[in-house]
Every structure is written in C-alpha cells, then in structure tokens.
C-alpha cells in the first residue's frame, strides 16, 4: 500500500487545518491508520490513530478535544481535522499502516509510511 499525506501548510495560531492521507490499494481498508509528527530536533510521536470499520479512535493527551481523526474507505482517505492549532503543533505530519496491535501508538508498529506534510503554526 502507497500513503500519500496532503493538507499542511502554514497557519495562525488558533487556526485550522485538515490533513489528509490519501491511500493506493484495495487492502487500505484492512488497515487502522495512524498519524504520527516530527519536530525539528525531536523524536517522531504519536498524533492520533483510528480502526479499521473507523468506530475507534484514539488520541494523544496532547491533542485530545482539538484533533480528530476520520476515515472514508470508499475513498480511501483518512482524515485529521486539527482544530485550536498552537506553535507547539508545527511538525511534518506523517500517516502510517501495518500495525498489528490496537491502538498502536509507537512508530516501530508501522510497516507503511507516507511521505510527510508540513504544519507550521504562528504566533
């Protein structure tokens, strides 16, 4: 399966964007579906991930109430509708599939990775 993420880009604090992962291959909907960030300098984390039917998700603290995650099988896209954004949320966002565990929220669970979006919020 190719992962395709799309949507980033720059932003005022307090704004909002939705990101999208957009997914090659019939078996995308086998799959959950993770989002995970990177900072400059910093450890890629876990973001937000959903199940495979999308009547799951789970959510880093740090997102909770401010982040939500989607999906559309027909479509084959999932969805981060990040909302309230902070300066602290400026990362490359990546989505990701494979893991075998629920919810998986470490990066090494994940097999498939898309290539990355840029978020970058102002002050």
């Known amino acids: 399966v190719q992962l395709q993420a799309s949507g980033g880009g720059l932003v005022q604090a307090g704004g909002s964007l939705r990101l999208s992962c957009a997914a090659s291959g019939r078996t995308f909907s086998s799959y959950a579906v993770g989002w995970f960030r990177q900072a400059p300098g910093k450890e890629r984390e876990f973001v937000a991930t959903i199940s495979i039917s999308g009547g799951s998700t789970y959510s880093a603290d740090s997102v909770k109430g401010r982040f939500a995650i989607s999906r559309d099988n027909a479509k084959n896209t999932v969805y981060l509708q990040m909302n309230s954004l902070k300066p602290e949320d400026t990362a490359v966002y990546y989505c990701?599939?494979?893991?075998?565990?629920?919810?998986?929220?470490?990066?090494?669970?994940?097999?498939?990775w898309g290539q990355g979006t840029l978020v970058t919020v102002s002050s």
């Open positions: 990701a599939v494979g893991a075998l565990s629920w919810p998986a929220v470490k990066a090494y669970e994940y097999d498939y």
